[in-house]
């Protein structure tokens, strides 16, 4: 079993900058790579960046240039740093991790709500 946990959410201005957290426990080894996840309300969740456990990532194309996703592996954590924050990024982001062992099985994060509004 893999436990998420995010933070760092809250309201920020247009333009300004936030960084979320995800940190993993228990059986760390067997997951093949992470990602964040967003739901904005009224819309699907989509997925907006993901790191595989080689180094590379990903971005959605509304983030690319804006957002960062990041590794710390001795804190067993994973970071989404964002930059030139718009209202359109107003959502519940949420930390995922897929299980290299069982790759339909999947672990989420309870969410951190990101708000962006003057």
């Known amino acids: 079993q893999v436990q998420l946990v995010e933070s760092g959410g809250g309201l920020v201005q247009p333009g300004g900058s936030l960084r979320l957290s995800c940190a993993a426990s228990?059986?760390?080894?067997?997951?093949?790579?992470m990602g964040w996840y967003r739901q904005a309300p009224g819309k699907q969740r989509e997925l907006v960046a993901t790191i595989i456990s080689d180094g590379s990532t990903h971005y959605t194309d509304s983030v690319k240039g804006r957002f960062t996703i990041s590794r710390d592996n001795a804190k067993n954590t994973v970071y989404l740093q964002m930059n030139s924050l718009e209202p359109e990024d107003t959502a519940v982001y949420y930390c995922y991790a897929v299980d290299r062992y069982n790759p339909s099985s999947g672990y989420w994060g309870q969410g951190t709500l990101v708000t962006v509004s003057s």
């Open positions: 228990g059986s760390i080894g067997s997951i093949s790579g």
